[in-house]
Nanobody, 122 residues
């Protein structure tokens, strides 16, 4: 199994920046890709970004391109999500997850963290 622990969420003013972290432990060698999802109140969980563990290739949802950056530290089995120019609509619980292949479909991700709350005030 893989354990994931997210951190870095909080209350931020609109226009600010935030960096979320996700530390993986356990059978991380089974992980091909890692991703970030978010779920706003009353909405379904949505894909945000994914990164290939081997070479760092990344993919973003159209709605976050240009403001979100996913990155990784392979040595520390950690991925990050940097969010710039935060908007109130970015308010959500952000989850990281692992997948055995490069994918953006939530159903393909095997292991999930507990989530970290991001709240953006206007």
């Amino acid at each position: 199994q893989v354990q994931l622990v997210e951190s870095g969420g909080g209350l931020v003013q609109a226009g600010g920046s935030l960096r979320l972290s996700c530390a993986a432990s356990g059978r991380t060698f089974t992980t091909y890709a890692m991703g970030w999802f978010r779920q706003a109140p009353g909405k379904e969980r949505e894909f945000v970004a994914a990164i290939r563990r081997s070479n760092g290739a990344s993919y973003y949802a159209d709605s976050v391109k240009g403001r979100f950056t996913i990155s990784r530290n392979t040595a520390e089995n950690t991925i990050y999500l940097t969010i710039d120019r935060l908007k109130p609509e970015d308010t959500a619980v952000y989850y990281c997850a692992t997948a055995p292949r490069y994918t953006i479909a939530a159903g393909d991700f095997e292991y999930w963290g507990q989530g970290t709350q991001v709240t953006v005030s206007s």
